[in-house]
Structures are given as structure tokens and as C-alpha cells.
């Protein structure tokens, strides 16, 4: 007979099969619940990432956009700067090449100066005074020795101006040069997409790298360039317009001197040539004089000759009487006329002896003072060749250097007249005559 086998183990009730099924109806229920909860959750969730990321990165492309418009204004800013300065510092060169040549210029007229000073210095005896020549070439000296040294202070000045326009250019390039490095790299960041080839995990991404700055301070260390640079730029052109005026200056003040001094020294030699003309004109007068004197001389020592014949003359009248015999020895009229004559010869003879020892010494005079003449003629035509010779120095400042050559006898000169032919015996006379220690 067959026997029904049973499942081992204790069976439940049909309640406890319902409490099963709804308890189990109830926790699905729960679960899909929570999971619809936790699936709407999660597309929020997605959605909102998903936002927060894309305004995210355009917000930063927008700052990175602003950015680099920023880091361009300054480059843009930093180039202007950069050509103007570039421009200044070629300007102000030139300014200080012409400086130099300014003062290379001047070499000339201090050695024409010099020059004229130490040919003067030949003058001899009473022709070397201080005239007005010699205050002018002085004043001249000086005031080419001030020019020089103003000239030389506004090179001075230009070549540490240029330094410092050189330095600023420097950090203005330096400046620049990181601008258009860091205009690169954010270029590139705004390039930057999730399809890039070249973008990857970093360590440590979010590090403040050291020798960070603020934006206040990166703004202001460009400011404070572009600042110093517009100064630097400011003294410059400052410098530049006050050597120019200075160069211009000091060549006015050199060609009023040089003027001033050309004109002391044609006086001068104006004068020079008046008193050559009135020592020759006293030349002549005293040669004259000379002339004359010697003919009186010559007359009065006939005249005493004639004189001493006539007392001779007397002189043996009167012996010749003295030997009349006994009464005819009387002192007669005769005797008496006879004394009266040599009395009045001998006085007369006295007379003629003074006035010719008199005329003696004043031909003596004359001819000491005829010596004196023609020495102080010598002098005179001395001092004219030598300022002469200053003239022609002088025409050097008027013609380039490198083309002056000098010509020969190009210029009227005043001291080539000559002197009076003297004759052999003029010339022993007054060698003769001239007192002692006058050549």
C-alpha cells in the first residue's frame, strides 16, 4: 500500500503565509520606495553637478577670457612704454654725441686763445702792458675753461640718464616678457577642453606656488614700472631740451667773447699802427732836427774859428804896440779900441763856445732820442707782427679745422714797412752818441 511522504520540519499556518506575503509586499514597497527616492536624489544630483560643473568652467573661462584681456592692456601698455623708451634713449644719445662734439669744439678756439696769449708774451719792453687783448683772450680762457666743464657735467648727466632709461627699459622688458609668458600659458588654459589630448590627474593641484602674488600687488608691480619709466622718460626730455638750450647757450656766449675779442685786438692794432705812424712822423722831425742842428753846429764852429782869428788878430796888434819907443808908448785911443775888441772877442768867444757846447748836447739829445725812436719802432712793428700773427690765428675759428690752410701773406700787413735807410755815418753817429747800457 502506498504511504504519502511529508516534507520534514513544521509547517505554517495559512495566517502566517498572508503575514509573509504582505510583509514581503511591504518591503518591496519600502525598497522601491527608497529607491525611486534614491534615484530622483541621484538625477538631481547629476543635474545639478552637471550645471554647477559647466557654470563652473565658464565662469573660469570667462575669468581666464578677462584675464588674459587684462595681462594684453598691459602688454599693449608695456609696448608703448617699451617704443617710447627705445625712442628717448636714441634721442638722448644723439643729444649727448652732439654734447661731445660740443666739447671736442671747443679744443680749438682754448688753443687759439692760448695760442694768442703766449705769442702776445713776446712783446718787449713798454709794449707789454694788461690791454684790453690780453683781458679779452683771458676772459676768453675762462670762460671756455666754464663751458667745457658745463658741457662735460650735461654729458655726465646724459650717460647716467641713459643708464637709467636703460634700466628701466630693462625692467619694463622683464615685465613684458613675463606678460607675454603668462598671456601664453592662460591662452593655452582657455584652449583647454575634456577632448584635449593633453590633460591629466596633477598631485596636489589646489598648492599656492611659492612667490605667489595678489592681483593688487601684480597690478602695482607693473603700475610702479610703467611709473618709473614715465619719470625716467619725463627727466629725459628735460635733460634733453636743457642741453640743447645749454649747447646753444654757451655758443652764443663763446661768439660774443670771440667778437669782443676780435675787436680789442683790431683796436689794438689800430693803435699800434697810429702810434707807429706818429714815432715815424717824430723820426723824420728829429732827423730834421738833427740836420739842422749839425748845420748850426758847423756854422757856430766857423764862426768861432773866425772869432779866434779875429783875437788873434787883436791879440798881435796889441803885442806889436807894446814896442813902440819911449813917449810913443801911450795909451792911446788905439790901445783903448784895441782892449774894447779882444774884451769884446773874448766874450763873444765864450758865447759861441757855450752855445755850441749847448748845441753839442742838444744834438746828443737828439740823437739819444732818434735811438729811443727807432728802439720803441722796433717795439712797435714787434708787437705789430705779433698780433698780426693772432689775427691769422684767430681765422682758424672762422674755417673747419680740417679745411684751414693756412696762405702766405694773405692779409695787409702794416709792419712791413721799412725803415729809413740810414747812411754809414748816421749809423756810427748814433752808435756813437748812444748813451750807455742802449744797445
Given amino acids: 500500500m502506498a504511504t504519502l511522504s511529508t516534507k520534514p520540519g513544521q509547517r505554517g499556518t495559512v495566517p502566517d503565509w498572508h503575514t509573509s506575503c504582505q510583509l514581503l509586499a511591504a518591503d518591496t514597497q519600502r525598497l522601491s520606495s527608497a529607491a525611486h527616492r534614491v ?38 601698455t608695456l609696448d608703448k612704454c617699451l617704443a617710447d623708451v627705445d625712442v628717448e634713449i636714441d634721442a638722448l644719445a644723439k643729444v649727448k654725441e652732439a654734447v661731445e662734439r660740443a666739447l671736442q669744439a671747443k679744443n680749438l678756439p682754448l688753443e687759439v686763445a692760448i695760442e ?9 719792453a713798454i ?38 632709461l636703460e634700466e628701466a627699459r630693462q625692467q619694463l622688458s622683464s615685465d613684458h616678457q613675463c606678460k607675454m609668458e603668462a598671456l601664453e600659458l592662460d591662452r593655452m588654459c582657455l584652449s583647454l577642453s575634456v577632448n584635449s589630448p593633453n590633460i591629466s590627474f596633477k598631485v596636489n593641484p589646489t598648492q599656492v606656488p611659492n612667490g605667489s602674488t595678489t592681483v593688487d600687488e601684480w597690478e602695482q608691480n607693473s603700475q610702479s614700472n610703467k611709473e618709473r619709466a614715465e619719470a625716467e622718460l619725463k627727466a629725459s626730455a628735460e635733460l634733453r631740451e636743457a642741453t640743447v638750450l645749454a649747447i646753444a647757450q654757451t655758443n652764443n656766449k663763446l661768439e660774443a667773447q670771440r667778437v669782443a675779442t676780435e675787436f680789442a685786438l683790431r683796436k689794438r ?10 714815432l715815424k712822423w717824430q723820426e723824420q722831425n728829429t732827423l730834421e732836427e738833427i740836420a739842422e742842428m749839425e748845420e748850426e753846429i758847423r756854422c757856430l764852429e766857423e764862426e768861432l774859428r773866425r772869432k779866434m782869428q779875429d783875437l788873434k788878430v787883436a791879440h798881435t ?77 684767430r681765422r682758424r675759428l672762422l674755417v673747419p679745422s680740417e679745411r684751414f690752410l693756412p696762405e702766405a701773406e694773405t692779409f695787409p700787413r702794416v709792419t712791413t714797412r721799412a725803415l729809413p735807410v740810414q747812411t754809414n755815418g748816421q749809423q756810427e753817429l748814433v752808435k756813437e752818441r748812444a748813451p750807455d747800457g742802449v744797445p
Avoid at 565658464?58 to 584675464?67: C, K, S
Avoid at 684790453?132 to 676772459?139: G, Q
Avoid at 692794432?269 to 706818429?278: G, S
Avoid at 766874450?347 to 749847448?358: F, P, V, W
Fill in 269 to 278: 692794432i689800430r693803435d699800434l699802427e697810429k702810434a707807429y705812424d706818429e
Fill in 317 to 393: 796888434r796889441l803885442e806889436t804896440r807894446t814896442y813902440r819907443p819911449r813917449a810913443d808908448l801911450c795909451r792911446d785911443q788905439v790901445q783903448y779900441g784895441l782892449t774894447d775888441e779882444v774884451h769884446q772877442l773874448e766874450g763873444t768867444i765864450r758865447a759861441l763856445k757855450q752855445k755850441l757846447a749847448e748845441s753839442q748836447g742838444s744834438l746828443d739829445a737828439l740823437y739819444r732820442q732818434l735811438h729811443h725812436i727807432r728802439t720803441d719802432l722796433g717795439y712797435k712793428t714787434n708787437s705789430l707782427v705779433l698780433d698780426n700773427k693772432c689775427m691769422d690765428t
Fill in 39 to 76: 534615484r530622483q536624489e541621484a538625477r538631481t544630483l547629476r543635474n545639478e553637478t552637471n550645471n554647477q560643473a559647466k557654470w563652473d568652467e565658464h565662469d573660469n573661462r570667462t575669468r581666464l577670457a578677462e584675464r588674459i584681456r587684462s595681462v594684453n592692456r598691459w602688454k599693449e
Fill in 116 to 124: 694768442c696769449l703766449t705769442l702776445r708774451e713776446s712783446r718787449r
Fill in 127 to 164: 709794449d707789454v702792458v694788461r690791454d684790453p687783448v690780453e683781458e679779452e683772450l683771458h676772459k676768453e680762457v675762462k670762460l671756455i675753461d666754464n663751458v667745457k666743464r658745463e658741457l662735460q657735467e650735461k654729458a655726465s648727466e646724459a650717460f647716467k640718464q641713459l643708464c637709467l
